[in-house]
């Protein structure tokens, strides 16, 4: 199946159940924003559309990003599920600015992340015996996500310093230290406290950081998600 939808300048493709070829549909449709479930023929295609800046893979059979190579214009990119076991971004590490890599059993290496200046929001969900990034090449993050993942300590997160939103639900930190996330001075959501670290440090973080909203959930932001936000904004009007 495909949808364009000329109004969001957006293109999906659902290419599990039936074959598509990539070549053909990025000819018929022009998009900014593309998602793919599944496999189409030719992913290669992809480096040809240089007006790509937004890009969801779910389910793709790539091993790692060469189809990806020409999207220079890239400021958003989402990659869950599949068989990805390796992550080089240098085609886009000047531009982007969401990254989120989700439930890859075989990605267990981050450690080549390239500096990317502009980038403010980072999924990493469900990567399990992960090498870590190197934070401090991220200096303008401001939302992370680290929903079910394993990290020695949370130390890192002093190279953060603009950090607003923390997700750390279902994490495992192996020296059972919080204080890194007190230090965070621009913090103003954090969800997963009483799950990772108990409801004493979770009465205790709310009592030193009473600027924090702590596990009441992580707000979406909208601006990120214009179809959600225009049929919010339509409920509204209705009332």
């Not at 070549?23 to 599944?38: H, K, W």
């Not at 267990?108 to 990493?124: E, G, Q, R, T, W």
């Not at 192996?174 to 969800?191: A, Y």
């Amino acid at each position: 199946m495909v949808n364009h939808i000329p109004k969001y300048n957006s293109l999906v493709i659902l290419a599990e159940q039936e074959a598509h070829d990539l070549r053909i549909e990025l000819e018929r449709f022009s998009c900014a924003r593309l998602s793919i479930t599944g496999t189409p023929d030719h992913m290669e295609a992809l480096s040809d559309h240089l007006e790509i800046e937004d890009l969801s893979l779910s389910r793709c059979r790539i091993r790692d990003l060469t189809a990806l190579r020409g999207l220079s214009r890239l400021r958003r990119l989402r990659v869950a599920f599949g068989p990805l076991a390796s992550v080089d971004l240098g085609f886009c590490a000047g531009g982007l600015e969401f990254l989120a890599l989700a439930r890859l059993r075989q990605l267990k290496d981050l450690s080549n992340l390239p500096p990317m200046p502009k980038l403010a929001h980072l999924v990493l969900n469900h990567l399990h015996s992960l090498v870590p990034p190197d934070f401090c090449l991220f200096p303008n993050l401001r939302r992370l996500s680290i929903w079910k993942t394993e990290w020695p300590s949370l130390s890192w997160l002093s190279y953060l310093p603009g950090l607003e939103t923390l997700h750390v639900s279902q994490c495992e930190i192996r020296d059972n230290d919080w204080k890194p996330i007190l230090g965070l001075e621009k913090l103003r959501e954090v969800h997963g406290m009483q799950n990772v670290f108990g409801s004493a440090v979770r009465k205790e973080f709310r009592r030193l950081r009473p600027d924090v909203r702590v596990d009441q959930g992580i707000r979406v932001d909208l601006d990120e998600h214009p179809q959600a936000k225009e049929f919010l904004e339509e409920l509204k009007r209705g009332k």
